[in-house]
């Protein structure tokens, strides 16, 4: 007989665990399946070689930080499960090619204090006025990451009542690009201040990208700041995974959902790859790319006319990811000289003027690679993820997922990675090969092989474009609801989208909701 639960969650990134952990507090049986030998999806740690624990994906947990999830505790992650954060104060340190930097700290005086320095006082008195702009909308928008999102016109309309929201709202249809320009003069600043934004994965100067803009500068300055967990990025996974365990939940990993098993009009359960079945007495959520489950995955169900084209033409990002975890026997030195470089969380290079920035966006989208990594070695906060003196390297470098010259990923993935870490040793005095222990390379195409949920190796599933951003994300009216009855959705392919933010919660909300809860009720 096929086993049975209240809820069966397809997929096990953090995401699906957010809402599991939900599910199993408000004591439905919930089941997670996960394709792959461990929970987290991009939101996990391995063991690179021996002592020296790396992010394969994720390391970074920013917008996670404002999540009742974590600011309220509303799990125990914290309090009971000992999950623990790090925040540097020195948040990022930009490296241009002329070997000058930029520093963003939490601390938002010494940012106005860096920038008046370093470039001009005008200009950080505008980054002042700018922040001070930002709080107005931002705090709004961010909360609004953990509930489920209005309608797109509802928002605008929201939007429109006020002259504060009139002016957010046309930030948000400009690109981050040009609403810099409006308020900054130094061109080293705007870059600056874009390489970090264009962590969205999205050319800075596409039109509706503008929200960003504040979103990311008001976040920078709020506490906690960005925060890495103790023991690794995986560590968040980990302990929602216990979590689940804790409280009746079952956890199966090697397991990867082929279908899900639709009569009636209505989910009844997946059916795995290798033949076996599994039923949701009440609910199935998927934790997977849109396009993936419809309509290959529900082969059983009639969809709305024009439901697949709709899903079929969602927009990828502009350009994908290309990562590294390296084993050091020393962190880098930097040739800058600048104190902050050394312990910054980030360290991003971009080019030392606008044109060579902006052209290399422009060509990551026609499918030719670029050279501004960005770096991150926790040990340097977190010693207990390498032995003692030793080091582990997160190296990071934007990439198109198919290259205009033709080559395989495969192919040339070994010598676009020594590129991208000889870049990085121009910059340092010791950044030598023979100061590589072990390394793990992930292209685009690999990480679209291990987590088939990052299609086209995009990590966030969709672009964060206007279109396909709040309630518009992946579709109006379909944000965790589906065509197919008592199937629902989260992850990446939904509001909040892309990056660790413990988003599901927004989705919890919706789910629990359809299943006769409310939240509050479940946290209290």
Request: net charge negative; hydrophobic share 40%; glycine share 8%.
């Amino acid at each position: 007989m096929a086993q049975q639960y209240d809820v069966i969650m397809a997929g096990g990134g953090h995401n699906g665990l957010t809402v599991a952990c939900y599910l199993a507090k408000a004591g439905l049986s919930v089941c997670v399946v996960e394709q792959s030998d461990k929970v987290g999806g991009a939101v996990i740690s391995r063991e690179l070689i021996p002592g020296f624990i790396s992010d394969p994906c994720s390391t970074q947990h920013h917008i996670a930080q404002f999540s009742p999830t974590l600011r309220n505790d509303d799990l125990g992650l914290i309090s009971k499960y000992g999950l623990k954060y790090i925040f540097p104060e020195e948040q990022e340190c930009v490296i241009f090619s002329d070997n000058t930097t930029f520093n963003i700290y939490i601390d938002v005086d010494k940012t106005c204090q860096e920038i008046a320095k370093k470039f001009s006082e005008k200009d950080a008195e505008a980054y002042r006025k700018f922040y001070d702009w930002a709080c107005l909308g931002v705090n709004a928008i961010v909360q609004g990451f953990f509930t489920p999102p209005m309608p797109y016109g509802m928002y605008a309309s929201m939007m429109d009542s006020s002259d504060e929201g009139r002016e957010l709202l046309r930030a948000g249809q400009m690109s981050c690009y040009d609403v810099l320009n409006e308020w900054f003069d130094n061109e080293k600043l705007k870059i600056g201040m874009l390489r970090w934004i264009s962590e969205i994965m999205v050319n800075p100067k596409t039109a509706g990208t503008g929200v960003t803009a504040f979103t990311f500068i008001g976040l920078a300055h709020m506490k906690p700041g960005c925060g890495m967990p103790v023991g690794g990025s995986g560590r968040l996974s980990e302990v929602m995974e216990a979590f689940i365990k804790d409280h009746g939940g079952t956890i199966l990993t090697n397991s990867l959902v082929k279908e899900f098993i639709v009569a009636n009009g209505e989910a009844k359960g997946v059916r795995l790859a290798g033949g076996e079945e599994i039923l949701a007495k009440r609910m199935c959520v998927a934790d997977l790319h849109v396009k993936q489950i419809f309509p290959h995955m529900v082969s059983g169900a009639v969809l709305p006319d024009g439901y697949t084209k709709k899903v079929q033409r969602l927009r990828h990002a502009s350009y994908m990811a290309f990562q590294q975890s390296v084993a050091l026997k020393e962190d880098p030195q930097f040739t800058c000289k600048d104190p902050s470089a050394q312990k910054a969380f980030f360290v991003e290079f971009a080019p030392d003027n606008m044109v060579d920035f902006l052209r290399m966006f422009d060509e990551l989208e026609y499918g030719i690679p670029g050279l501004a990594p960005l770096v991150s070695v926790p040990t340097i906060h977190d010693p207990s993820r390498a032995p003692a003196g030793k080091h582990i390297m997160y190296l990071y470098e934007y990439a198109p997922y198919k290259r205009l010259d033709g080559k395989d990923w495969d192919d040339v993935r070994e010598d676009f990675a020594d590129e991208v870490y000889d870049y990085v040793a121009k910059y340092s005095t010791n950044m030598t090969r023979d100061n590589i222990i072990g390394r793990y390379i992930m292209s685009p195409k690999d990480l679209e092989r291990v987590n088939p949920s990052m299609i086209n190796g995009d990590i966030g599933h969709l672009g964060a474009y206007t279109e396909q951003f709040l309630g518009n994300r992946p579709l109006p009216y379909y944000n965790y609801k589906t065509p197919v009855d008592k199937l629902m959705m989260c992850g990446p392919s939904t509001h909040p989208g892309c990056g660790v933010t413990c988003g599901g919660r927004a989705a919890a909300m919706a789910i629990l909701e359809e299943l006769g809860f409310l939240i509050d009720d479940v946290v209290k």
